[in-house]
């Protein structure tokens, strides 16, 4: 069972989205929060394994409260869900930590599919939005520099494009016959040498050098 927290200033929204979330089998919607402070304090006393997080709230919106939670639990998993697609919001909120980011004018069992699909440790982009990401990180970053991969080893390589895939480490570790906690300590590797603070950053950036290949 999937404990999930909602956080949204419309009350209206939660409570439909709880009414609706809560009518799949493996989804359990175990509290509601209306701004970044209340969620961070939901987090810390519900231990949730996902987090559905609105992005413009009073008192501490969602970029904010996302760096905090990814920082201080790790273990909850951040989506956010607005119907704000601009860059800005985009880019700030999958570097605070967040594992996707889509818009709330999608289908609700595209919704409810996508935080599945987060809580077991993929990346979940709107349609759209991970091309404009892209683009911006070519645009920004010196291919001959940012994209190089000289600091990675060939195994390093191997998990980084699988990450791109969308694969789990349990995955990973079957498909190159190795142990999951290798996997993991790859990963870490991949993070500290490209100064990348998530897999979804490590997604976004094996899927940059796809692009420029």
């Known amino acids: 069972m999937i404990r999930l927290l909602l ?8 409570q439909g989205l709880r009414a609706m979330l809560n009518l799949e089998s493996d989804i359990e919607v175990v509290g509601l929060a209306n701004n970044g402070q209340v969620a961070i304090q939901q987090v810390e006393a519900l231990q949730p394994d996902v987090v559905l997080m609105d992005i413009r709230m009073p008192i501490m919106d969602g970029r904010e409260a996302t760096r905090i939670i990814c920082q201080k639990f790790p273990d909850a998993k951040v989506l956010v ?8 919001y985009i880019t ?9 980011y889509l818009l709330k004018d999608m289908p609700v069992e595209e919704l409810a599919q996508a935080i599945k699909l987060v809580y077991r440790g993929y990346s979940q982009m709107g349609p759209g939005l991970m091309e404009r990401m892209l683009e ?3 645009e920004k970053q010196d291919e001959t520099e940012q994209l190089e991969l000289v600091e990675l080893t060939p195994r390093e390589v191997e998990v980084l494009s699988l990450i791109g895939t ?22 870490t590797h991949i993070l500290n040498r490209l100064n990348l ?3 979804s950053q490590i997604a976004i950036y094996a899927n940059s050098l796809k692009r420029l290949r």
């Open 136 to 138: 911006g990180m070519v």
């Open 7 to 14: 956080v949204d200033d419309q009350e209206l929204v939660c």
């Open 197 to 199: 603070r998530n897999r």
């Open 81 to 88: 869900v607005s119907t704000f697609d601009e860059d800005e």
């Open 92 to 100: 700030h909120s999958i570097r605070a930590g967040a594992r996707g």
């Open 166 to 187: 969308g694969c789990t480490n349990r995955e990973i570790a079957k498909q190159l016959y190795i142990a999951e906690g290798t996997v993991k300590s790859h990963v």
